[in-house]
Each structure stands twice: as C-alpha cells, then as structure tokens.
C-alpha cells in the first residue's frame, strides 16, 4: 500500500514518514517509490539511500547524525542504528 512520506531537500538521505506504515507498504521518493523493510511510525526517518558505516544522515538538508552500519533503504533510521556527536562532551 502507497503511504505518505516527505523528502524536504535534494540532499536528504531519509524520508519522515507521515502515517504508521507497515513493511511491504511503500512511500514515493524523488527517485521513485521505496518499498519499506520494516514497520515505521508515524514521523519515523526511512532511509531513501543505502548508507554504509559512517556515511551521514541528512534530513532537511541537515546533517542530524551517522549511521554505524550498514543501513538499506527501505530501513527505519533511528537511535539503534544512528548516532550523533552533537552536544557531548569531548572525552579527556
């Protein structure tokens, strides 16, 4: 089933989705329509683009974080499988 999802800028890696979405359902994206790999929440990132470890995340053409491993698109991006330095405190 097509569900509503939103890519904000030419640079985004993700997409929001903006209804509970299941696997199987898809969202449309500049490059097509993605077929989701998981269930997503509604306002949950999916990944648009496969990203392997360290590649940056980006969504409203903000840099918000990168990812550790290797994440397919169609996957649900989050704190699991993202991560941020933003605002820690340097170690030492």
């Not at 979405?21 to 998981?38: C, F, H, R, Y």
Request: net charge positive; with cysteine; hydrophobic share 35%.
């Amino acid at each position: 089933m097509l569900r509503k999802g939103k890519v904000m800028k030419p640079k985004d890696t993700v997409a929001v989705v903006l209804e509970n979405a299941n696997k199987g359902d898809s969202i449309q994206t500049p490059n097509g329509e993605l077929v989701l790999l998981e269930n997503i929440e509604f306002a949950h990132k999916v990944a648009i683009v496969d990203l392997l470890p360290k590649d940056r995340v980006y969504k409203y053409g903000v840099e918000i974080g990168y990812v550790e491993n290797a994440v397919p698109k169609g996957s649900w991006i989050h704190t699991h499988n993202m991560k941020c330095d933003r605002g820690r405190k340097p170690r030492g």
